[in-house]
């Protein structure tokens, strides 16, 4: 059974950092490209980053980039997204999926999901 379960998840002041985990497990991880993708309150899920299989390539939306990094470690079949300098918009559930591309941004596309984690930045 493919699983992917994410954790991190905190209320953080603006301008404070959070690392959020995705474990994989029923699948072959490092095989997949991955991704994050939030949803904020009332909104429709965004697109954050995306990595390909081995780590060697990242790809960001313009809301996140420069603030946030994603890198993966295929042995500890973990996913994970650093966030800093996080900002009140930041707000929203956060997911991470597999993606079948780098390059493939519409969610719509990917297969498997996690269950989220929320992530809430407020004074």
Do not use: H
């Amino acid at each position: 059974e493919v699983q992917l379960v994410e954790s991190g998840g905190a209320l953080v002041q603006p301008g404070g950092s959070l690392r959020l985990s995705c474990a994989a497990s029923g699948f072959n991880f490092g095989s997949y490209d991955m991704s994050w993708v939030r949803q904020a309150p009332g909104k429709g899920p965004e697109w954050v980053s995306n990595i390909d299989t081995d780590g060697g390539s990242t790809y960001y939306a313009e809301s996140v980039k420069g603030r946030f990094t994603i890198s993966r470690d295929n042995a500890k079949n973990t996913l994970y997204l650093q966030m800093n300098s996080l900002k009140p918009e930041d707000t929203a559930v956060y997911y991470c999926a597999t993606a079948p591309d780098l390059y493939v941004v519409s969610y719509l596309l990917y297969d498997y999901w996690g269950q989220g984690t929320q992530v809430t930045v407020s004074s």
